[in-house]
Antibody
Framework: EVQLLESGGGLVQPGGSLRLSCAAS????????MSWVRQAPGKGLEWISG????????YYLDSVKGRFTISRDNSKNTLFLQMTSLTAEDTAVYYC???????????WGQGTLVAVSS | DIQMTQSPSSLSASVGDRVTITCRAS??????LAWFQQKPGKAPKSLIY???SLHSGVPSRFSGSGGGTHFTLTISSLQPEDFATYYC?????????FGPGTKVDIK
């Protein structure tokens, strides 16, 4: 059974940093593109970043480019999102999602809440 | 970036009703279109990919159609567990983009 388990969320002050993790199991992690998608309170879904199978290619939404860094450790089946210079607009539930070529996202984690506030 | 729009933004329907939601892309995306269902406080659930293919385990009352810039999600006979918000999303090119969502609630 595919499982994606996010962790690392919490309350952080504006300008602060946070590192999210997504532990994957139930599939061959190194063979799949992964993404982070977020959802601000009461708002819709927003894709923010993706990473290729090897980690050699990364993609970002313009609003997080230069502040967020996606990475992965295929030896530990874990996806990461390093977030810096956080603002209130980054407050959201952050989901990791498994991407299948031709099929888009087929599995999602349960999400982790990031709250940016003083 | 490719912009996605959905209509309506919300609808009220009864159990057994046929429901159709429309999604439009700002440019052609072939059939790189997915639909997701989300219930309050829960992660999204993947319903349809490639515009019309159902993910494993998705009931056959859900169907998708379309191509290019115009797509639809149809629920043939609405069930109590289908009351939720539905999102379309293009995955033709980065940044992947979602529609604003359509909330389906009980009439």
């Amino acid at each position: 059974e595919v499982q994606l388990l996010e962790s690392g969320g919490g309350l952080v002050q504006p300008g602060g940093s946070l590192r999210l993790s997504c532990a994957a199991s139930g599939f061959t992690f190194r063979n799949y593109v992964m993404s982070w998608v977020r959802q601000a309170p009461g708002k819709g879904l927003e894709w923010i970043s993706g990473i290729s199978e090897s980690g050699g290619n990364t993609y970002y939404l313009d609003s997080v480019k230069g502040r967020f860094t996606i990475s992965r450790d295929n030896s530990k089946n874990t996806l990461f999102l390093q977030m810096t210079s956080l603002t209130a607009e980054d407050t959201a539930v952050y989901y990791c999602a498994k991407f299948v070529w031709g099929e888009d996202f087929d599995h999602w984690g349960q999400g982790t809440l990031v709250a940016v506030s003083s | 970036d490719i912009q996605m729009t959905q209509s309506p933004s919300s609808l009220s329907a009864s159990v057994g009703d046929r429901v159709t939601i429309t999604c439009r892309a700002s440019e052609g995306i072939v059939n790189y279109l997915a639909w997701f269902q989300q219930k309050p406080g829960k992660a999204p659930k993947s319903l349809i990919y490639a515009a019309s293919s159902l993910h494993s385990g998705v009931p056959s009352r859900f169907s998708g159609s379309g191509g290019g810039t115009h797509f639809t999600l149809t629920i043939s006979s609405l069930q109590p567990e289908d009351f939720a918000t539905y999102y379309c999303q293009q995955y033709k090119s980065y940044p992947f983009t979602f529609g604003p969502g359509t909330k389906v609630d009980i009439k």
